[in-house]
Nanobody, 123 residues
Framework: QAQLKESGGGLVQAGDSLRLSCAGSGRTFGTYSMGWFRQAPGKEREFVAGITGSSGYVYYADFVKGRFTISRDNAENTVYLQMNSLKPEDTAAYSC????????????????WGQGTQVTVSS
């Protein structure tokens, strides 16, 4: 059974950094696009960043450009999200996803989801 499992969330102060990891198991995710979504309390889930499987093309939501970096290690079946200069408004549950389309016109619904990891940024 294919699964995604996130780690690396926590409580930090504004301006700090965190690195989220998402490890895949049960199948090889190297050919799939992977990425991150987040959902804050009372808000809809939103796309954060994505990376394709083959070319490694990356795409970011405007609100994280210049602060967050997505990367992947296909040998480890893992995708990462390096988050720098964190802001209180980045507080949310961050979920890893795989096998979806992303870009300037939005995303479709990913086939695979992780259970999420909480990121809380205090001011």
């Amino acid at each position: 059974q294919a699964q995604l499992k996130e780690s690396g969330g926590g409580l930090v102060q504004a301006g700090d950094s965190l690195r989220l990891s998402c490890a895949g198991s049960g199948r090889t995710f190297g050919t799939y696009s992977m990425g991150w979504f987040r959902q804050a309390p009372g808000k809809e889930r939103e796309f954060v960043a994505g990376i394709t499987g083959s070319s490694g093309y990356v795409y970011y939501a405007d609100f994280v450009k210049g602060r967050f970096t997505i990367s992947r290690d296909n040998a480890e079946n893992t995708v990462y999200l390096q988050m720098n200069s964190l802001k209180p408004e980045d507080t949310a549950a961050y979920s890893c996803a795989a096998d979806f389309v992303f870009g300037r016109y939005g995303t479709n619904n990913p086939r695979y989801w992780g259970q999420g990891t909480q990121v809380t940024v205090s001011s």
